[in-house]
């Protein structure tokens, strides 16, 4: 194993322009949707990073980028000090064991003509883990890892409720015994009460397994259950990046206050201040000068418009964006 | 042995199948043959067909053993014995000139049963022969066009870029033509010389010669849907699960979109197999399909024109089985597309 203080992935940089093309034979390229805009990721051995952010910020283009679904733009990817950013298809195979996901909707990412036992042997087929009879008992032992029964074996995905699918794609991503785990709003598609069972499946299997998980979510009540450290994203940048309590506690972005005080309190006596962000997210074809957020941030002044504030530590392991922090300590 | 759950489960070293015992899930296809066993005017048209199906090809034990007649020799003076008398199959022309000859109409006899056309052959005997040859070439095409459709929509629909515009005007090009525009002009062209592509060669006379005239004009109306359908799986959560795992694009295009797209086809064969058959038909009526000696319904149609007010039923004979054949492809079509996919609207164009 290597240095317990180096990063296990250690993203830099990264960008991701979707192009807009026009033309019927021709295809000219008219505009370029930013989805991820120069962002600096480090993901440490054993942590969970949450990432959040508003709908279309960026956040699944960018856990999408550090699995090498998506080729980038530009900007560099190691894991465990390896490049992978340029990797072609057959050069990242051998790293699919280590990198998984597991996707956000349980209903679209299982394949409805394949058994349960064929969807979770399949990574140690295709990377030859095992002999064939191996596949079968680890396949078992994998639903049993996840709650499921090994009787399930044969069943078919339309055969399972929501959780069970999402534990059948949890499964799935532990097949090949990975580091780390990239969960793309793992329980976004869940019921409420459903959630916590896969999240807390998801600790305990980090507990026993000494996973790493970079988890992206847009529900920030869920992320602050399962977060190490949590980066708030908006509109393809990182706008805040800070230890789980801290951000709860004492968020120094204006965005990020604004997101937290739209988390539900379960105390009906709390009276607190509700900040009402102004308009929609702008377009990421066209995102605005300066700082992204200052459209509809209730702080903006002429600097914002201008300059783009750059991500700075305001406090030990806190960083923001923003030329008017909120709740320094000074 | 390994002990999982408190319950032993014996596991088969060498087999990668779940161990025995356990409640086998129903499969998407099991379900939709269920529904489909289910669905009675499916399962009445499927009997029609296959009932059809099996009388043609038992065609030569009816010519051999029942009519003892051979179907594609002209026998114009052969007798037959109706009531204890003997008599011509074809009969001096009656009225007071008593022109031209007229073949014998149905009988109640072992042969003639559906009469005789003009050169004295039992058409009842031909119109069995002629469905075993339109079968024959209806299904074969049918087969054929699906897997090149298969082949080419599965390309296009998964590579896209320039490879899709590339395949998918060349099949606009061909889908610009009228159908039967089409298929003649190949038809008339090729029927001249036979085909020749490197070293197979086929003979004007050959039945291949229709069946893949058929198959290659139909491949638009099965790529079309094909690719779209690959364009639609492509983009699911599970083909980036697989793209994650590491899958290869033979695993890809094998184990996770082919088994999604294998329903169109399965719900256009039929309707396929039906167009075919009436497209083949057609050529055959107009002499430029199945050549003599061979029959098949189309050319007994056409052989029926000319007796149409003497002896209507040499025509309709084959134009009954047409009409079935169709309708009961059609009917069942319409169950098999209902099972497996409720929501579909899709036809084959003709």
Redesign the interface.
Known sequence: MSDPAAPLMRARGVRKYFPIKRGV?FQREVARVHAVDDVDLDLMPGETVGLVGESGCGKSTFG?CL?R?HDLTDGTIEFDGQDISTLD?KQ??PL??EI??V???PY??????????TII???LR??GVG???D???RV??LL?LVGL???H????P??FSGGQRQRI?VA?ALA?SPRLIIADEPVSALDVSIQAQVVNLLSDLQDDLGLTYLFIAHDLSVVRHVSDRIAVMYLGKIVELAPAEELYDRPIHPYSEALLSAVPVPDPDVERERIVLQGDVPSPITPPSGCRFHPRCRYATDICTTTEPPLVKHAEQHLAACHHPLNLRS | M?T??GLE?P??????A?PEG????????ALAAHKLVRNRMAMAALAVFLGIVVVSFMGPFYADHIAHTDPFTSQLTATTVINGKRVDVLQQGGGVLKLGETPIGPTWQRNYFLGADSQGRDVAARVLYGGRTSLTIGIGSAVICSLLAVIVGMVAGFYGGVTD?IISRGLDVVWAFPVYLLAISIATVLLTQGLTIGPFSISASSLWLPTLIIAVIYVPYVARPVRGAVLSVRE???I?????????NR?LIF??IL??VITVLIVLLPLMIATTILTESALSYLSIGVQPPNASWGTIINDGQQLLYTRPWVAIAPGIMIVLTVLSLNVFGDGVRDALDPRAKLRVKD
Not at chain 1, 109 to 117: A, F, T
Not at chain 2, 22 to 29: I, L, T
Request: glycine share 8%; aromatic share 6%; net charge positive.
């Open positions: 034979v999408r699995i679904l298809r990242m195979r699919r064991r998984q996901m996707f956000q909707d679209a990412s299982l394949n409805p003509r394949k058994r349960v036992g042997g399949d990574p295709i990377h002999a064939r009879g596949v079968n008992k078992q032992e049993e029964s090994p009787e074996y044969n069943r078919y339309h055969e794609g799935r090949l | 390994s999982v759950g489960h596991i088969d070293p060498l087999a990668d779940p356990w409640v086998a899930g129903r499969s998407p296809w515009s699911k959560e599970f980036e699960a697989a793209i994650a795992q590491g899958a290869s695993r184990n996770e088994p999604n």
